[in-house]
């Protein structure tokens, strides 16, 4: 692949289900305690930086939001030495500036989701990681920069909610969630976000806007044909957009997403069975060592 491994991830959502331009192009099969991630992952060097990309819901789009092998997703591109991750989605806005085909920075989440494995610590061990802040803001910045100097119009920042699909919202959801104050609605963020913090990687999330959602009055309801109509659009410029700023990410971390289960275990590493610590070592090993 490179001469040194991917420490950077890029996760590509509806749309985008392979990246142009990579050379030294390798296809990884791999298993994990959590299964098989929802595709091969490709390595290789993109504008010059090792890169690994992963397609969310696998080529051929295979996987449903709810049935996304995320624990599988997370785990394997952590054992591939990736420390940030970018990730790509198409979102629905529930606020008029936020206009289809706009790009959304965002850094709150809202969880509706309930039929999703959220966690990896749910046997034999158990860590509570801070999630106050969900999103990387030093990588969420720099894809801003990046977008601004190639004159996209990208809004930092807003409140995502992730509800748990696949069907779209109702009008009556729609409403409650502007209610709420929340910017845009997507299917794909949780728990993947959740997933990077106890890895100790950074996420962030070009969201790309598709559609109103169905609360605009006069729209056109959200339907699949609309979101991937508008999404291809985007998928040039996310490829220009993931290109320009990858080597602005390509540098050491100081932000602390990669110590943030410094403090979050809960239970002492006596305690911890040794099928438990190996099988999470990629993960926790340097805190059970």
Not at 68 to 85: C, D, H, M, T, W
Not at 226 to 253: E, G
């Amino acid at each position: 692949m490179a001469d040194r491994e991917a420490a950077i991830g890029v996760i590509g959502g509806s749309g985008l289900y392979e990246m142009d331009g990579m050379s030294n192009v390798q296809f990884i099969e791999m298993d994990t305690p959590f299964g098989k991630p929802s595709d091969a992952i490709v390595t290789g060097l993109l504008s010059g930086v090792p890169v690994a990309f992963l397609p969310r819901h696998g080529r051929g789009h295979r996987f449903n939001p709810s049935h996304i092998p995320a624990r599988a997703n997370i785990y394997a591109l952590k054992s591939l030495g990736v420390q940030r991750v970018i990730s790509v989605s198409a979102v629905g806005s529930l606020k008029e500036e936020f206009a289809p085909l706009d790009l959304v920075i965002p850094n709150q989440l809202i969880d509706r989701t309930r039929l999703r494995e959220s966690t990896f610590y749910d046997q034999g061990m158990v860590a509570h990681i801070g999630f106050a802040e969900p999103f990387c803001a030093t990588s969420s910045h720099l894809v801003y920069q990046s977008a601004q100097e190639m004159g996209i119009t990208a809004h930092p920042g807003g409140t995502m909610v992730v509800m748990e699909g696949p069907a779209f919202s109702t009008k009556a959801e729609s409403f409650m969630y502007r209610s709420w104050g929340a910017d845009i609605i997507g299917m794909t963020a949780l728990p993947e976000a959740k997933l990077a913090r106890e890895a100790e990687m950074c996420y962030t999330t070009m969201a790309w806007v598709t559609d109103y959602d169905c609360w605009r009055q006069g729209a056109e309801t959200v339907t699949v044909e609309m979101v991937i109509q508008n999404l291809l659009k985007n998928v040039a410029t996310s490829k220009d957009l993931l290109q320009s700023v990858l080597p602005k990410l390509d540098a050491p971390r100081d932000c602390p997403c990669g110590s943030a289960l410094k403090d979050a275990i809960i239970t002492p590493k006596e305690a911890v069975p040794e099928e438990v610590k190996h099988r999470l070592a990629p993960l926790v090993g340097r805190y059970l060592d």
